[in-house]
């Protein structure tokens, strides 16, 4: 899903989820605005410039890749104070619980709510 700036499919786009979480966050300036460029078949992460530390919506929840190695620490530290956290093959995964309703799988819980969380602690912890 994604939200075009033009007519094509290759041209700057925002992720609604990622452009939403950044909203609801106050739009910080410690994160890069978030326009991507190229096809919607992309993945696309949000990231902190400071640390480089990136966010992305995936199927399970948000994803957190890590930046700068020197950030690494910190980056676990935040972590390791939340309870829905996930250790993937990529990095981490700030879980988004489901639930299944008339078969179809769908959030418990809000994820731009959940990002937004994440993302205020990034930034508050100036990472």
Do not use: C, H, N
């Not at 399970?60 to 930046?67: K, L, T, Y």
């Not at 988004?96 to 731009?112: E, N, S």
């Amino acid at each position: 899903m994604t939200m075009l700036d033009k007519t094509v499919q290759r041209s700057y786009s925002r992720d609604p989820y990622l452009y939403a979480i950044w909203r609801e966050a106050g739009s910080p300036a410690e994160v890069k605005d978030p326009w991507f460029y190229g096809y919607s078949t992309t993945p696309r992460s949000m990231q902190l410039t400071r640390s480089g530390i990136g966010l992305r919506s995936t199927q399970a929840g948000i994803a957190v890749r890590s930046g700068v190695d020197a950030y690494g620490a910190k980056l676990a530290a935040v972590l390791a104070l939340r309870s829905d956290v996930a250790t993937t093959d990529d990095g981490f995964v700030v879980v988004a619980p489901q639930t299944t309703f008339d078969g179809a799988v769908a959030d418990a819980r809000d994820r731009v709510l959940i990002g937004a969380e994440l993302l205020a602690d990034l930034v508050e912890s100036e990472l």
